[in-house]
């Protein structure tokens, strides 16, 4: 057992508290990395606000990387010393959904109340996400990490294992875009962002950006947007179909978690189209749509968990696209901070200006 330095949730709401835990040694299976850099994603946040219920005290924390600095037993094709990204995607291997090939929808569950890390006094401490990244180590599954290159920046590296695999991978993975057709992307924050480079990787044709911030819609055009259309418009719809000629999306990606924009998302569609669910609202929001207007038109609704992505495929993929220049990393980092600004980058990251903000550890 080790004392190490994390952020605590108390309480729901409250700031979190930077303070020792303790953290036990790999056991079968798991590897122990030290992180260096650590995404701040608005998961964390509507978990720490208690938006989604759970279990505290908590450490939150799901977009990693660092370096193995143990190895438990049972563990293949890791060692001590690897470079790797640390993603929240826990799975067994053998139950229906990973067998099939969707380890994002593993059924085998886990308990977070009886994971690697306790307060100092051995009371319970729950490892949110199956990681706990808010801290200087996390102790994982060996299936939650990808070995990645060492000269990959370990703060650009972190983003890969949660906001950009969402986002990407829903274009690519779920909504299985073909080259030619259009899409319509909701938001144009850090999973918006990347929405539209996976939009654009895959060979859209048009891709439109709606937001109700002009500011992030000029970014989303250098990031692969050939039209915007401003959210606080009275029927936004109608300018985005203009925008794809009148024949409206093959895709609509919603990568907010707001009711309305749930509520709008079929009004983007073209006839066979495909309302793409990304973001997470709240628990015990509920959206309206008919479903009469769906079935005449062949449209459909589909759930997006963390892309459909298989890390171990997915992950190097994308990180020789950033190597080559065709997928934008660094320009997804918006600030850099300490552990002890934890709640300083929270705030920053509410106030949804950021595109991501990220923790590092400087050794």
Request: a negative charge.
């Amino acid at each position: 057992m080790q004392t190490i330095k994390a952020a605590v949730c108390h309480a729901f709401g409250e700031p979190l508290r930077v303070e020792d835990i303790h953290l036990r040694a790999p056991e079968m299976g798991e590897v122990e990395v030290t992180v260096d850099a650590v995404a701040i994603c608005h998961s964390d946040i509507s978990y720490a606000e208690g938006s989604w219920g759970g279990s505290l005290p908590a450490v939150y924390g799901h977009e990693a990387a660092g370096r193995i600095s143990a190895v438990g037993p049972g563990v293949t094709g890791l060692s001590k010393g690897d470079s790797v990204v640390v993603t929240l995607i826990r799975s067994c291997g053998s139950c229906a959904p990973c067998a099939s090939g969707s380890p994002v929808s593993c059924e085998t569950p886990y308990n977070g109340d009886m994971g690697p890390i306790t307060m100092p006094d051995g009371s319970k401490l729950h490892q949110a996400m199956a990681t706990g990244g808010f801290a200087e180590k996390v102790v994982v599954d060996q299936r939650q990490v990808v070995r990645i290159s060492d000269q990959i920046a370990k703060d650009v590296a972190s983003l890969v294992a949660c906001g950009v695999i969402t986002g990407v991978g829903s274009v690519v993975n779920s909504a299985h875009l073909r080259a030619g057709q259009d899409v319509v992307v909701i938001g144009a924050g850090g999973v918006g962002l990347n929405a539209i480079q996976g939009a654009r990787i895959a060979g859209a044709r048009r891709i439109v950006a709606v937001d109700m911030s002009a500011d992030k819609l000029e970014v989303a055009k250098e990031f692969g947007a050939t039209h915007v259309v401003l959210a606080t418009h009275k029927a936004p719809w109608l300018a985005a179909r203009k925008a794809l000629g009148g024949r409206g999306a093959d895709a609509v990606v919603v990568t907010v978690g707001a009711i309305p924009a749930y509520d709008q998302a079929p009004n983007y569609l073209a006839t066979g189209g495909k309302v793409i669910m990304v973001g997470m609202p709240h628990v015990g929001g509920e959206a309206t749509y008919e479903p009469v207007n769906l079935a005449a038109a062949g449209q459909g609704m589909v759930g997006s968990k963390m892309g459909d992505v298989v890390i171990q495929r997915d992950i190097p993929w994308m990180l020789d696209l950033y190597a080559q220049g065709r997928l934008k990393l660094d320009e997804l980092i918006s600030g850099r901070w300490s552990l002890e600004q934890i709640n300083e980058a929270i705030a920053d990251t509410k106030t949804g200006s950021a595109r991501r903000n990220v923790i590092v550890f400087d050794r």
